[in-house]
């Protein structure tokens, strides 16, 4: 991959102050990939790659860390009513070979046990990366207990959060349907690389950046472009990322991570790429333009609109 | 819940984010394991001392006690690795393959898994699997979706694939070790030195006693006239050696060079 190419002028245009073009360097955008990726020496990278574990983005800048603060709790004292699972026995032999409903001698709360399943139920919907609604949760794992299930599911979600950083958030209200959301951000997600540890997740990133810097919505030639200068090419399967046009049309639309569709009153039909509801939950604007512009080693504020809507963003998810 | 949340003070970022990857893997060798550890403090906490593994695992292992979830350490049959996965300790079934396969799909994994827990290898040829297909629950699946839906399996990795074979994963065992201990008693073999669930071992000839490959290794290290530890005859079996990750590492060798070099002991 050279090292010279720039990206198109139409990104250009959005920088004023610097002298150099502004734009996605493709090597340091392939950089970008590399550090998105794990931090894995992946074998079939190519050399130059691999020695780009560049310091600080996406990984949560220190300035950043007070948005993913550690949960600190402070200790509770145990009340009267301690409910049966934390004071159990670690039996690992006979008790888990129980139903959770016959733990011995101990008051059980039965709202307790349905978040314990709720919380299970929730982590393996988590991981394929399903919307899941309220019906769903009722209908397998909290059935007769329905009218407690605003209950079960605030201290499912506590939990969730607590214990796995994981945000139970609701997308639709008239549907009931929930989203569960990774709240330690949009850098390492092993479900959307392949089986190897795939950098697809670094690719999201740049083309979430594309439509973001341009207004979020980039049309299909402009995403082309980008992706052109990194190798990637409509119905050529690449040795990493598989078959490109597929994969930003169909496997991250499919992920809710982008919505592709005609731009409104073309004819001949364009289409445009913008962000999916799971890129609105999980990415973080200021972030990502942070992100950006680090990569070519400007500022946020050299983009003032992005900027502003970014600290926007910001302000909403406060 | 409450008393837990005690114990939930304990949780940073660090290890949500371990956690988070974990679950994402299913299942992870240990050295993958330790990489991981070391990425999610990178990550989260650049200046922290990394905390020795073991006691990592178990910290937070005792904030996941009253989820009956647990992170469980557990070996490869074929070479001794060992491995972790995040299981839920009150299975009933095979739910974790529950979300991500159709119900004709879970019943092709369980009659596969029935064959290979009757055979006597600890495998299953995939004839003899397929040729199941007939009987399975849910919308009828042709022979050729079986061949797919089997590599998918192993792609999951909860079937191993060798010559045509298939046996369990490690994370299958992992996982299912205690549905398989209780859906099938009659049928199950258990190691006689770790006493766990064997799929894959050796067997004393005279006495039929049977143990893992990796028990072997470290039963009989360093013995030159191995012995069965139950009746004494003399230990017909080709001794494995004991897994070694530094020596491993230093020879270069990958992994999936390594799972073809062994071959199948009984």
Redesign the interface.
Known sequence: MSQGRKIPHCMQEQHHALSEPQGLEAAQVSKALEETS???SHPLMPGNLKEALAAGAP??PHSLQSA?????????S??K???C????E?E?GSA??K??SETEGLPTDPL?EK??LL??FL??????KDLITKADMIGDVIKEYKDDFLEILR?ASE?LG?????DVKEVDPTSHSYALV???GL?????LSG?EGMPKTGLLIIILGVIFMKGNRATEEEIWKVLNMMDLYSGREHFIFGEPRKLITKDLVGEKYLEYRQVPNSNPPRYEFLWGPRAHAEASKMKLLEFLTKIHESDPACFPSQYEEALRDEAERA | MQGSTRRMGIMTDVHRRFLQLLMTHGVLEEWDVQRLQKHCYKVHDRNATVEKLEDFINNINSVLESLYIEIKKGVTEDDGRPIYALVNLATTSISKMASDFAENELDLFRKALELIIDSETGFASSTNILNLVDQLKGKKMRKKEAEHVLQKFVQNKWLIEKEGEFTLHGRAILEMEQYIRETYPDAVKVCTICHSLLIQGQSCETCGIRMHLPCVAKYFQSNSEPRCPHCNDYWPHEIPEVFDPKKEREAGISKSNKRSLRSRQH
């Open positions: 794990s931090c894995s990984s949560t993913y603060s550690s949960y600190t709790v402070t200790t509770i145990s009340s009513s301690d409910k699972f934390s004071s159990q670690k690992t888990s070979s139903s959770l307790d978040v314990t919380v299970q982590l393996q919907k988590y991981q394929m201290r939990c607590l214990v796995f950083g994981i990774n709240k330690l850098t390492y997600d092993a479900r089986d």
